[in-house]
C-alpha cells in the first residue's frame, strides 16, 4: 500500500481546507485509514478514523463537529474536511493505512497502522 497525502496548505482562522489521501497498490475499502497530526515538539495524535466497511467513523475530541473523514472508492482516496480551522491545528498531517485491522471496528493507535503517507503541512494563523 503506498499513501499520498494532499491538500495542506497556509490558511486564516476559521477557514477550510480538504486533505486528500490517494492509495494505490490496495483499494481503500478493504482497510481502515487514520488521519494523524504531529505538532512542533509534540507527539503524533489521532485525528480521526474510518472502519474498512465505511460504517463507524471516530474523532479525536478536539477536532468534533469541525472534521469530516471520507471515503471515495471509485477515487481510491481518503479526505479529511477541515473547517473552522484553529491555531491550535497548525501540525503536519499523515494518512495512514489499517491493513490488519478488525472489519467492524477502528483502532487509534498509531503504532497499529502499518503503512503512511509522507505528510501534509496545515498552518493555520490567527
Known amino acids: 500500500v503506498q499513501l499520498q497525502a494532499s491538500g495542506g496548505g497556509l490558511v486564516q482562522a476559521g477557514a477550510s481546507l480538504r486533505l486528500s489521501c490517494a492509495a494505490s497498490?490496495?483499494?481503500?475499502?478493504?482497510?481502515?485509514t487514520g488521519w494523524f497530526r504531529q505538532a512542533p515538539g509534540e507527539e503524533r495524535e489521532f485525528v480521526a478514523v474510518i472502519s474498512r466497511n465505511n460504517v463507524i467513523t471516530r474523532y479525536a475530541d478536539s477536532v468534533k463537529g469541525r472534521f469530516t473523514i471520507s471515503r471515495d472508492n471509485a477515487k481510491n482516496t481518503v479526505y479529511l474536511q477541515m473547517n473552522s480551522l484553529k491555531v491550535e491545528d497548525t501540525a503536519i498531517y499523515y494518512c495512514a493505512a489499517d491493513v490488519e485491522g478488525p472489519w467492524t471496528g477502528v483502532r487509534y493507535n498509531d503504532r497499529d497502522y502499518e503503512y503512511w503517507g509522507q505528510g501534509t503541512q496545515v498552518t493555520v494563523s490567527s
Open positions: 497498490g490496495r483499494s481503500v475499502s478493504t482497510y481502515g
